[in-house]
């Protein structure tokens, strides 16, 4: 049940206006707050934040704002010569300044792709996130739907983001739905070759993390050699997350 919840992942915040968005923010930033649990976000200039060692968000710079997505909740940051000012949830009332002596990467090798990917994250934040509690949705099935269209448009156009949420909600459909698994009474999940045929689409689009999901789809399945495939592939790529997914199905396992 862990590994189908995990693929679901769906949650707020914020405003926005003029100016096109772009993510070509880079370099190492780090807070001297002993308080916060993000000591530092280390910005790739590309779209990509390394969020402290707890795994890669996407992000995007708006104005002088810049928004950064984790995996189910968005922090907000003022940006401000060389200081991010936090300024929303989990972030709120702490600074992080760049350092620049450290060896922060810069994967900024598509000027124009780069900057396609900054502002239909941009369109994914408005049109999801910014007026809206994502929660809310999960009970209104017209706002469901609606929603879902939202995501399967931006996932035709290039989003690798929206295309992981379509991958949750069609694993979320065939298991019976929301109320399927807010009741704990969801159906054994069987192979649906579109769902992996999303997951390679991810993984093309250049998304370490949709080895990740994959893998964690085929352990659902009772794929257990699939899914770790996925996920150490994932993990030499870099990815925490598909690390966390292996170690957790394989105390799952020895629980048994």
């Given at each position: 049940m862990k590994y189908i919840v995990f693929l679901i992942g769906i949650v707020s915040s914020g405003f926005f206006n003029a100016?096109?968005?772009?993510?070509?923010l880079q370099g190492y930033f780090m807070t001297n707050s002993k308080e916060s649990l993000y000591p530092y976000f280390a910005f790739d200039g590309s779209g990509k934040?390394?969020?402290?060692?707890?795994?890669?968000?996407?992000?995007?710079?708006?104005?002088?704002?810049v928004v950064v997505f984790p995996d189910k909740d968005i922090?907000?940051?003022k940006i401000s010569k060389n200081r991010l000012?936090?300024?929303?949830?989990?972030?709120?009332?702490?600074?992080?300044?760049?350092?620049?002596?450290?060896?922060?990467?810069n994967n900024r090798k598509d000027e124009a792709l780069a900057k396609k990917n900054a502002n239909l994250l941009y369109e994914y934040y408005r049109k999801t996130r910014a007026k809206s509690n994502n929660l809310?949705?999960?009970f209104d099935e017209n706002a469901m739907g609606n929603y879902a269209k939202t995501i399967d448009d931006l996932c035709n156009r290039g989003l690798a983001k929206a295309c992981m949420e379509k991958f949750g909600l069609m694993v979320m459909e065939d298991i019976g739905g929301m109320e399927a698994v807010l009741t704990s009474?969801?159906?054994?999940?069987?192979?649906?070759?579109?769902?992996?045929?999303?997951?390679q689409k991810i993984i093309r689009m250049g998304e370490v993390e949709g080895h990740t999901v994959l893998g964690s789809y085929?352990?659902?399945?009772?794929?257990?050699?699939?899914?770790?495939?996925?996920?150490?592939?994932?993990?030499?790529?870099?990815?925490?997350?598909?690390?966390l997914?292996?170690?957790?199905?394989?105390?799952?396992?020895?629980?048994?």
């Open positions: 100016q096109e968005a772009d993510n070509n934040v390394d969020i402290a060692g707890f795994g890669k968000g996407d992000y995007f710079i708006k104005n002088d704002s922090f907000i940051f000012s936090g300024n929303s949830t989990w972030v709120k009332n702490t600074k992080w300044d760049l350092k620049k002596d450290s060896l922060a990467e809310e949705k999960l009474k969801t159906k054994k999940p069987k192979q649906n070759p579109e769902i992996i045929k999303l997951g085929y352990y659902s399945l009772g794929d257990k050699t699939k899914a770790t495939k996925e996920w150490q592939t994932a993990t030499e790529k870099g990815s925490t997350k598909a690390e997914a292996q170690f957790e199905a394989e105390m799952n396992d020895a629980a048994k």
